[in-house]
T-cell receptor, first 113, second 115 residues
Framework: AAGVIQSPRHLIKEKRETATLKCYPIPRHDTVYWYQQGPGQDPQFLISFYEKMQSDKGSIPDRFSAQQFSDYHSELNMSSLELGDSALYFC????????????FGPGTRLTVL | AQTVTQSQPEMSVQEAETVTLSCTYDTSESDYYLFWYKQPPSRQMILVIRQEAYKQQNATENRFSVNFQKAAKSFSLKISDSQLGDAAMYFCASPNTGANSKLTFGKGITLSVRP
């Protein structure tokens, strides 16, 4: 079965640079979520989209923005990167009516130097 | 807001034995889902099992089963016949209020399996 696809899998950036993370949800899924997981921590919710509209927002810095496109893929844009942004970023997708079951992609490991 | 508590940071089990991972949660909802996710060293988040709160029967997926106590707001994961590949971080998670809601995770428990 098709899974959530994330690209790139690894990304190394310098401080103050910009990064763009991409997510391709499972086909037919209508909701996309972004989570950030620091070392030794549990995933923290950043933002979600339902049918291409922002549906919820967590502790996402103002330097970050995201959107979902007409083909349902989503992008997380991160500007003015800081050392503390180094983390694993997950995208997950779900289908309304399937019990909020979220399926996660493999993650993008971002390292800010 | 949802709260999910995993009070045991680490556990160890002998290969082929059974282990139970504990989780408690707090919610004001009457109908909801609960999940266990596994995160192996590759750090992929893998759905292990889910429980629908309105169902009396505990969910089972092969060697994985849950002990769901709705009144006590307890949601434990039992792993039978433990295998070396079960070694991982396990997270208990609960959606917030409403459909398509964000997940709130517990702090996780690191499970090691002794050969």
């Amino acid at each position: 079965a098709a899974g959530v696809i994330q690209s790139p899998r690894h990304l190394i950036k310098e401080k103050r640079e910009t990064a763009t993370l991409k997510c391709y949800p499972i086909p037919r899924h209508d909701t996309v979520y972004w989570y950030q997981q620091g070392p030794g921590q549990d995933p923290q919710f950043l933002i979600s989209f339902y049918e291409k509209m922002q549906s919820d927002k967590g502790s996402i810095p103002d330097r970050f923005s995201a959107q979902q496109f007409s083909d349902y893929h989503s992008e997380l844009n991160m500007s003015s990167l800081e050392l503390g942004d180094s983390a694993l970023y997950f995208c997950a997708s779900s289908l309304a009516g399937e019990g909020d079951t979220q399926y996660f992609g493999p993650g993008t490991r971002l390292t800010v130097l | 807001a949802q709260t999910v508590t995993q009070s045991q940071p680490e556990m160890s089990v002998q290969e082929a034995e059974t282990v139970t991972l504990s989780c408690t949660y707090d919610t004001s909802e009457s109908d909801y889902y609960l999940f266990w996710y596994k995160q192996p060293p590759s750090r992929q988040m893998i759905l292990v099992i889910r429980q629908e709160a309105y169902k009396q029967q505990n969910a089972t997926e092969n060697r994985f089963s849950v002990n769901f106590q709705k009144a006590a707001k307890s949601f434990s994961l039992k792993i039978s016949d433990s295998q070396l590949g079960d070694a991982a971080m396990y997270f208990c998670a609960s959606p917030n209020t409403g459909a398509n809601s964000k997940l709130t995770f517990g702090k996780g428990i690191t499970l090691s399996v002794r050969p």
